[in-house]
Each structure stands twice: as structure tokens, then as C-alpha cells.
């Protein structure tokens, strides 16, 4: 066996369809880009058809297999329907990544039920959707993948947590559940965590100079993440070779959560 074939047989996603809601900017954006280059044929779901098309024209460019689904997913009713459109494109999906998110972060004296059921809405209950959506389908073929993209925030608290904190700690529990549900079925469910990464989501935190380099001298690298980061790790979960790996939350963050 050539390390070409043996590599393909443990990472390639040829054959296999993805769904990944967030997936045209950001972390979303760099792990669309590792599922189609890895072979995978990629569904985002996503709000803004600006970015959505822009995403699917570079990726067809260059010999991916893509297309997107635009929409809110701050209602059931929205999620299910995106649901629907998606596994109406290139069939039902083998993969789930659910990094679409909102980050609202007013002091928890100021935290009122509006953002709260707005930050659930997104962070939580979509994923939940999505997940009953395509679960049992995946646990009845007899294979599939379910990757969250949660946060520090899941772990411990700073930088004003609030709801934003609260939702990703569910969902990582979340991912649990799914676990112990369809594992059985040769389906894994995992959570990447980031440490911080710049992203069209952080801009508040980003724009500080000072916050931005105190958070990079709190990981082991020196270094704060980049939406590249997350290929390798995104790759390894959707594949084969993570069979054995589920119901884990996976730490892609320099260090900085054991620093």
C-alpha cells in the first residue's frame, strides 16, 4: 500500500456529503474548504448570499463540489426548512457541522430575555434541529459524523460568558447525548474548541490591541488562532479514522485552555 492510498483510506471524504451551517466565514469557512478538498460534496448553510455564493464560486473553482442554502436559523421552523433544502441538493448528508453562531455579550446585569433566547435559538436549538434532522438517517446507514464548533466559554468564564457561554456549554453536553444515542450506530459526536481566533463573530474582542495580545501570551505557541487552524482537526472527525473518537470535545487553541 503506497502512503497516498494508505492516507486516503484513513482521511478521504470521496463519496460523502456535508452540511455546514456558518461555513462561509470564519472558522465555518475554513472547514467547508478542508470537507471539499478533502472530497466531500459541501451544502452550507448559511445568512448572507454574498458570502455564500463567493465561498461556492472559489471552492467549484477549484474543483470542489459545493452549493448553499441561505437562511436564518433563529427559528425551528427556519432550521428544519434549511434542513430540507439542504439534503435536497447532493442527498442526505454523511456529515454534520453546526458553526453557525451568534455572540452577544452585554454584562449579565443587562442580559435580558431577547438575547438570551436569541443566543439559544442559534447556538443550541438549531444544532438540536439539525441533528434529529439527520441523526437517525446517519445511525440507519450505519455511518455518520456530527461536529460542533463550541468555545472556551463552554469550560470557564470570562470576557463576559453570559448566554453565549451558557449555549455552548449545552451544546456540548448536547453532543453527548447524540453519542450515547447513534454511536452504536457508527455515528461519532464531537466538539471542536477554538481558543481565540479574529473572526467577523469576535469583532468586539478583536479590535482590542491589548486584549488580542494578552490572549496570545496565554497560549503555548505564542500565537492566537487562525481559521486555517481547524482543517486537520475538522478532517480528522468527518473521516473514518475518527471512528473510535466520540462524544470529546477537542481543544484547537494553542494551549491555551492548559496554560
Request: aromatic share 6%; charged share 15%; glycine share 12%.
Amino acid at each position: 500500500m503506497t502512503s497516498e492510498s494508505y492516507l486516503s483510506s484513513l482521511f478521504s471524504l470521496d463519496g460523502l456529503v456535508a452540511v455546514v451551517t456558518g461555513g462561509s466565514s470564519g472558522i465555518g469557512r475554513a472547514i467547508t474548504g478542508a470537507l471539499t478538498h478533502a472530497g466531500a460534496s459541501v451544502v452550507i448553510v448559511a445568512r448572507r448570499e454574498a458570502e455564500l455564493t463567493a465561498t461556492v464560486d472559489e471552492l467549484t473553482a477549484d474543483g470542489g463540489r459545493a452549493a448553499w442554502v441561505s437562511a436564518d436559523l433563529g427559528t425551528r421552523e427556519a432550521a428544519r426548512a434549511a434542513a430540507e433544502e439542504a439534503a435536497g441538493i447532493f442527498g442526505e448528508p454523511d456529515i454534520l457541522v453546526n458553526c453557525a453562531g451568534v455572540n452577544l455579550r452585554p454584562p449579565m446585569s443587562e442580559l435580558d430575555d431577547a438575547v438570551w433566547d436569541t443566543t439559544m435559538a442559534v447556538n443550541l436549538e438549531a444544532p438540536f434541529v439539525l441533528g434529529q434532522r439527520f441523526g437517525p438517517g446517519m445511525a440507519e446507514r450505519g455511518f455518520g459524523r456530527i461536529i460542533h464548533v463550541t468555545s472556551q466559554q463552554a469550560h470557564r468564564a470570562f470576557v463576559r460568558s453570559g448566554a453565549y457561554g451558557v449555549s455552548k456549554g449545552a451544546l456540548e453536553s448536547l453532543a453527548r447525548s447524540q453519542a450515547e444515542a447513534w454511536s452504536p450506530y457508527g455515528v461519532t459526536c464531537n466538539t471542536l474548541v477554538p481558543g481565540f481566533v479574529p473572526t467577523p463573530l469576535n469583532t468586539r474582542l478583536s479590535s482590542d490591541p491589548e486584549q488580542v495580545a494578552a490572549l496570545a501570551a496565554r497560549t503555548m505557541v505564542g500565537r492566537n488562532g487562525l481559521a486555517g487552524d481547524f482543517a486537520g482537526a475538522a478532517v480528522f472527525l468527518a473521516s473514518r479514522a475518527s471512528a473510535y473518537v466520540t462524544g470529546q470535545s477537542l481543544f484547537v487553541d494553542g494551549g491555551l485552555s492548559v496554560h
